[in-house]
């Protein structure tokens, strides 16, 4: 014998076809939400690699201040197309090269024609002037990061020019 199906009300069973509206809501939020993520993390590489130089120069700098101070040196700093250099400390104390090979000084010889040298003096006094360097990248024009002191702080990463 055949059993013949019926149904109850509110037992109706539904077809489910696509998706709600909600659901294609929070999809979409999720997507957003990555795909930001993923655009901060994606930073542009040189300028990463000017404040990475940036960071390790400024905490040179305050080396190199503090050693000045506790030997009564004065200590320069000086920029040049293959680097940098500190005179007053013996030699090879500090390094001496950036971490990235593109990156120089404005004002430093051959780094954009600029035939004068970019110094900076660091001590031994406690408190030294006001003093400014602009870091650049030979493949990025345009791009500086700029390290700078009232002469009573450290050196630290300042918005560019």
């Known amino acids: 014998m055949a059993r013949m199906q019926t149904s109850a009300a509110g037992n109706r069973r539904r077809c489910h076809r696509g998706f709600t509206l ?13 795909s930001a993520g993923v655009g901060f ?26 050693r000045s101070r506790t030997t009564g040196v ?9 680097g940098f250099r500190f005179e007053g400390l013996e030699a090879n104390a500090l390094p001496q090269a ?21 110094t900076l003096l660091l001590g031994p006094e406690p408190i030294i002037g006001p003093q400014a360097v602009v870091l650049i ?4 024009a345009g791009r500086s990061v700029r390290l700078a002191t009232d002469g009573l702080r450290p050196f630290s990463v300042q918005a560019a020019p």
């Open 22 to 34: 909600l659901e294609l809501l929070v999809v979409m939020a999720i997507v957003a939400l990555v």
């Open 41 to 66: 993390a994606m930073r542009d590489a040189s300028l990463t690699q000017l404040e990475r130089d940036a960071d390790r120069l400024s905490a040179l700098l305050e080396s190199a201040r503090a």
């Open 74 to 82: 004065l200590v320069r700093w000086h920029a040049s197309a293959e």
């Open 98 to 118: 950036w971490l990235d090979p593109n990156t120089g000084v404005a004002g430093a010889p051959g780094m954009n024609g600029a035939n004068a040298t970019a």
């Open 137 to 140: 990248s030979s493949t990025q």
